[in-house]
């Protein structure tokens, strides 16, 4: 059974910092990766997918990371901005499947 | 495009109610998810639909809830009858693609706060 983790679970930084949010999976036998941004009392808003076969993803000051075999993703935020506060989730798709199972995501905080 | 159309933006109900969300996809789309959000249980996939056909309802709790798409640009999930634990954020998703296929970003709709009381 596929299980999706975040660490941290919660992260306060400065403006500016350049930081990275882990994501790790127990079935490497997936189909794509997506990472999503959730803001308070909000729904998910998409911000890279990843496939299978691609190594990484980049969208402006993110830049996101895929290494399948050892069942890891990251996501990197550079130069972060109070605007980017919100809780960041990954989510994986297998093969065969729609689904998405989705970690618990990481609430990130960036005080000006 | 206006997106995922969901409705109500809220419902609160007394336990033993029937209760009806709705879903309007973004036009085009041939995927429709249903998805549940708990604090303790994170996000989690109820059913999943493609061109209509339901092809995942593995996630639905139980006999209380049934989901249905009658036709390409509207969805609805119904909890009859309604429990206090049912209280939760549901989402409606949708995606091009189907099952296969490339670039099958997810794209959510502003989710229905429902409380059972």
């Known amino acids: 059974k596929q299980e999706v983790t975040q660490i941290p679970a919660a992260l306060s930084v400065p403006e500016g910092e350049n930081l990275v949010l882990n994501c790790s999976f127990t079935?490497?036998?997936?189909?794509?990766l997506q990472w999503f941004r959730q803001d308070p009392g909000k729904g998910l808003t998409s911000l890279l997918l990843i496939q299978s076969s691609q190594r990484e993803q980049t969208s402006g000051r993110l830049n996101a990371s895929l290494d399948k075999s050892s069942g890891r993703s990251t996501l990197y935020i550079a130069a972060s901005q109070p605007g980017d506060s919100a809780t960041y989730l990954c989510?994986?798709?297998?093969?065969?499947?729609?689904?998405?199972?989705f970690g618990q995501g990481t609430t990130l905080q960036v005080k000006p | 495009d206006a997106g995922v159309i969901q409705s109500p933006r809220h419902e609160v109900t007394e336990m033993g109610q029937e209760v009806t969300l709705r879903c309007k996809p973004i036009?085009?789309?041939?995927?429709l998810f249903w998805y549940r959000q708990t604090m303790m249980r994170g996000l989690e996939l109820l059913i999943y639909?493609?061109?209509?056909?339901?092809?995942?309802d593995s996630g639905m709790p139980e006999d209380r809830f049934s989901a249905k798409m009658p036709n390409a640009s509207f969805s609805t999930l119904k909890i009859q009858p309604s429990e206090p634990r049912d209280s939760a954020v549901y989402f409606c998703?949708?995606?091009?693609?189907?099952?296969?296929?490339?670039?099958?970003?997810?794209?959510f709709g502003p989710g229905t706060r429902l409380l059972v009381l």
């Open positions: 639909f493609n061109n209509n056909v339901p092809i995942d």
């Open positions: 989510a994986v798709r297998g093969s065969n499947t729609g689904k998405l199972i």
């Open positions: 998703a949708s995606s091009l693609g189907g099952n296969k296929g490339v670039g099958e970003t997810q794209y």
């Open positions: 036009s085009g789309h041939n995927s």
């Open positions: 079935d490497s036998a997936i189909y794509n």
